[in-house]
């Protein structure tokens, strides 16, 4: 599949989904007596490791790629990076699994209210209104009777992806996506590996073997991305990566024995409706406007 078909792209990206979704199962199968620091420190170690041979290749092909170029962004952003691989470790050891997932698909809705208050973006009504029902929804999936770790860990892993995916913005255009996943990823081996050092946790054998599938499966959903979304309009093609809900259900019930009830269904339609209305409507004023721009010309 080349992705250059919405048909190809979207079986692209639920594969991608596919393995997102395999990747925080992993994650969550390390439990919450995993040592975190240390299984997030292996996690971007073999992450630096699997890239490594792709990094290189493109840099021989193409030695002209700025290196260096952009270093403070990469930095924060490996440091963003493990900030959230921290706190989905939590939130996947403390809620059940299409729960915390369909609390990180807010990520979209924090990166529009970000890119307003940080870029100076307008929010209109849809965008307002996409926040309000997805908070709703958050507040009806995880009906809080208390404040509780799990909870609002997977808040900030949505708030913390939504600040790291804006900083992208910021990432030098001639830096390609796998230079970008790689220096990110050494940029967060100083932090990783000082937290794991002063966690002085035992090393278990166990988180290794987390760590390399989780890292497999986190480059194979990237990978899915740049193919699905190089070729075609994403406003197209952006639903189908709310099949990952559909996969986080189906492995709840199957690995852990999770049961979804309908708070769940509710939850996750006023989170992901608004954002699939939003996207579609984007998609509509791409569309009027490349009609508008050639008669402009005439």
């Known amino acids: 599949m080349s992705g250059r078909t919405v048909g190809n792209a979207i079986s692209i990206l639920v594969l991608g989904s596919l393995f997102a979704t395999l990747c925080d199962v992993v994650i969550k199968m390390a439990g919450a007596e995993v040592a975190i620091f240390q299984f997030t420190f292996f996690r971007a170690l073999f992450m630096c490791l699997l890239l490594l041979p792709v990094v290189t290749y493109i840099y021989i092909k193409n030695p002209k790629v700025p290196l260096l170029t952009g270093l403070k962004v990469h930095v924060l952003r490996g440091h963003l990076w493990v900030l959230a691989a921290i706190f ?117 054998e166990e988180v290794w073997l987390y760590a390399v599938l989780s890292s497999i499966c986190s480059i194979i959903y990237s990978v899915a991305c740049l193919i699905g979304y190089r070729h075609v309009d994403s406003s197209k093609v952006a639903s189908a990566e709310y099949s990952g809900l559909i996969f986080a259900v189906l492995f709840g019930w199957w690995v852990f024995g999770e049961t979804p009830d309908l708070g769940l269904l509710i939850g996750s339609l006023l989170i992901i409706l608004p954002l699939l209305y939003m996207s579609r409507r984007e998609g509509r004023k791409r569309r009027q406007e490349s009609v508008v721009s050639p008669l402009n010309n005439v």
Do not use: D, H
């Open 88 to 204: 989905l470790v939590v939130s996947l050891a403390e809620l059940p699994l299409a729960t915390a997932n369909a609390v990180f698909y807010t990520a979209p809705i924090f990166i529009v209210l970000f890119a307003g208050l940080f870029y100076r973006e307008r929010l209109g009504f849809e965008a307002i209104g996409a926040a309000i029902l997805g908070f709703a929804g958050v507040l009806l999936i995880l009906r809080p009777t208390e404040i509780s770790l799990g909870m609002v860990s997977a808040i900030f892993f949505a708030m913390v992806l939504a600040a790291n995916s804006l900083l992208i913005k910021k990432i030098p255009k001639q830096q390609g996506m796998f230079y970008g996943l790689f220096i990110t990823q050494l940029c967060a081996l100083p932090l990783a590996a000082g937290l794991a050092i002063w966690e002085a946790a035992e090393l278990q």
